[in-house]
């Protein structure tokens, strides 16, 4: 594999909902030798992924809005400009906070959850009955979730 250089201009790149959420990729794991991934994540109030860990590193910067991040046990709302990073294996989650949806670029490295995001949209088109799902497809991608499994 080899790095290629990268342009997404604005509407341009895959778009997918994941349970709520939209999530976007601008820059995918193939381009840069799985180095790391670059994703807008639009988060209406109270959406987005419960707390979970995983073995990856992810930064987050919020370009816009209002969003509830958990990191460990502590919970804390960042607003727009704010910048947070979450170590591989740290608890972590995030939801939009706001009335207003928020926007987040999601840094991934090195690249990992695209496959997750692509299942998650695919198998989970059904709020809550579809959720049981989640849990299962989450340990496929290494995706550890910290909430009880809905069944």
Request: glycine share 10%; charged share 30%.
């Amino acid at each position: 594999m080899s790095k290629e250089a990268v342009i997404t201009k604005r509407g341009e790149g895959e778009t997918l909902s994941v349970m709520g959420a939209g999530v976007r990729f601008l820059c995918e794991a193939a381009k840069t030798d799985h180095g790391f991934s670059l994703m807008e994540v639009t988060l209406p109030k109270d959406q987005g992924p419960p707390r979970h860990d995983h073995p990856w590193d992810e930064a987050y910067y919020v370009v816009d809005g209002d969003v509830r991040f958990q990191l460990g046990d502590e919970d804390r709302v960042f607003s727009t400009g704010d910048f947070v990073y979450a170590p591989g294996g740290m608890v972590h989650g995030f939801q939009g906070a706001g009335e207003k949806p928020a926007r987040v670029l999601v840094f991934d490295a090195p690249a990992t959850a695209e496959a997750f995001f692509r299942e998650m949209s695919r198998e989970i088109r059904n709020i809550p009955e579809d959720l049981s799902k989640a849990h299962e497809i989450g340990q496929r991608h290494n995706i550890h979730f910290r909430v009880p499994a809905r069944g």
